[in-house]
Structures are given as structure tokens and as C-alpha cells.
């Protein structure tokens, strides 16, 4: 079966979130393994696609593209996106105007997106949500070296789950709760 992707462009290991192995793709390029996709098939591969339409919508300015590539029928998929320099976003950051400014529009298009989809996305990642290390951080916003905000993983929390996602749907509902939680002590800690 052949794969969309290049197997010899595969480098270093970047890392991983909840959801994701990440590794260098190329010199410019990351490329994404999804845990999800591996465990459940078309159905992650369908979740994946349509999560990533709605994170266009309300959020196309921050969203890094993502080149989706699916094969076996849509079973499979990898995501391939640019490498860029970052880090996770931290609450002490909100001090600098532009970093607020940008904070407080994904705030607002994430507010809208709820009021209009009913389910938020993953904002915080595995970091942020286990409150890794110190201070305040959310993993699924980043922060480049020039003070713009950018969101490297659109996921919805929401799933409709099968007999094997059952755990991952206990997650998802203990990362809804928690998160709430969290965003309103982000945005108000070191503002």
C-alpha cells in the first residue's frame, strides 16, 4: 500500500501532545501521526477533517495550514504542516499589548464558535490541562518570536465514541470541565 508521504523525508522526533507524535518532515515541514486515527480509522480521519473546516472558519488568521493526506480508503491519514519557531503560549505573556490583543480575539471567535458548534475546541493540549511546570501555559496556542499568536492543533471536544473510544471520550469530557476551569484563571492570572 502506498503512503501520500515520504518515508525518507521522516526526521528527529519533535514531540507529542495528547494526540500527536510529531516529527521533522523535510527541512521546513512537520508531520503528524495521530493516536486516534491509528485506534479508530475512517471515523478519526472524518473527525479530523471536519474539526480542521470549523477551525477555518472561525479561526483561519491563527490556524497553521494543514495538509491533510489520507490512504486506505480514508482510513489512515498523517497531517503535514510548516515548521515554524515557537513555544507554548504562557500566562505572563498577556502582559504585552499585541500578545492580549490576539488572546482576546481567540477568546472572543472561540466564544462564537461554541455558541455556534456547541462544543469547544482543545485550547489547552496536554500540557496545559495536566498544568505541567510553571507558570500558566496553554499548548495548543503558541507564540512565535515576533509576538504572533498561532494555533498548531484544531481538535473539537466532542466525540461519538465507539466501543474502543470510550476511554478517550472520559477524557474528553474530564478536558471540557478542566479546561473551562483554566481559561478563566488564565486570562485573568498576569493580566
Given at each position: 500500500m502506498t503512503k501520500p508521504y515520504d518515508k525518507?523525508?521522516?526526521?528527529?522526533?519533535?514531540?507529542w501532545g495528547g494526540e500527536h507524535f510529531v516529527y521533522e518532515y523535510g527541512d521546513k515541514e512537520v508531520?503528524?501521526?495521530s493516536v486516534h486515527?491509528?485506534?479508530?480509522?475512517?471515523?478519526?480521519?472524518?473527525?479530523?477533517?471536519?474539526?480542521?473546516e470549523i477551525g477555518k472558519k472561525y479561526f483561519d488568521k491563527y490556524l497553521i495550514p494543514i495538509k491533510i493526506l489520507t490512504w486506505d480508503?480514508?482510513?489512515?491519514?498523517?497531517?503535514?504542516?510548516e515548521k515554524i519557531k515557537c513555544r507554548f503560549l504562557k500566562s505572563q505573556d498577556l502582559k504585552n499589548e499585541k500578545v492580549k490583543e490576539q488572546f482576546d480575539d481567540i477568546a472572543e471567535r472561540h466564544h462564537r464558535m461554541?455558541?455556534?458548534?456547541?462544543?469547544?475546541?482543545?485550547?489547552?493540549?496536554?500540557?496545559?490541562l495536566l498544568k505541567?511546570?510553571?507558570?500558566?501555559?496553554?499548548?495548543?496556542?503558541?507564540?512565535?518570536?515576533?509576538?504572533?499568536?498561532?494555533?498548531?492543533?484544531?481538535?473539537?471536544?466532542?466525540?461519538?465514541?465507539?466501543?474502543?473510544e470510550w476511554p478517550l471520550w472520559l477524557i474528553i469530557?474530564?478536558?471540557?470541565?478542566r479546561q473551562r476551569k483554566l481559561f478563566a484563571e488564565f486570562s485573568k492570572s498576569e493580566a
Open positions: 525518507n523525508k521522516i526526521g528527529k522526533f519533535v514531540g508531520i503528524k501521526f486515527v491509528w485506534l479508530s480509522g475512517k471515523s478519526a480521519v472524518e473527525k479530523k477533517k471536519k474539526d480542521y480508503n480514508g482510513k489512515k491519514a498523517v497531517e503535514i504542516q461554541v455558541t455556534d458548534v456547541g462544543v469547544p475546541f482543545d485550547l489547552f493540549g496536554r500540557e496545559g505541567i511546570g510553571q507558570p500558566k501555559k496553554i499548548s495548543n496556542i503558541l507564540i512565535t518570536p515576533t509576538k504572533e499568536l498561532v494555533l498548531i492543533d484544531f481538535t473539537l471536544l466532542e466525540l461519538k465514541p465507539k466501543i474502543r469530557q474530564w478536558a471540557k470541565g
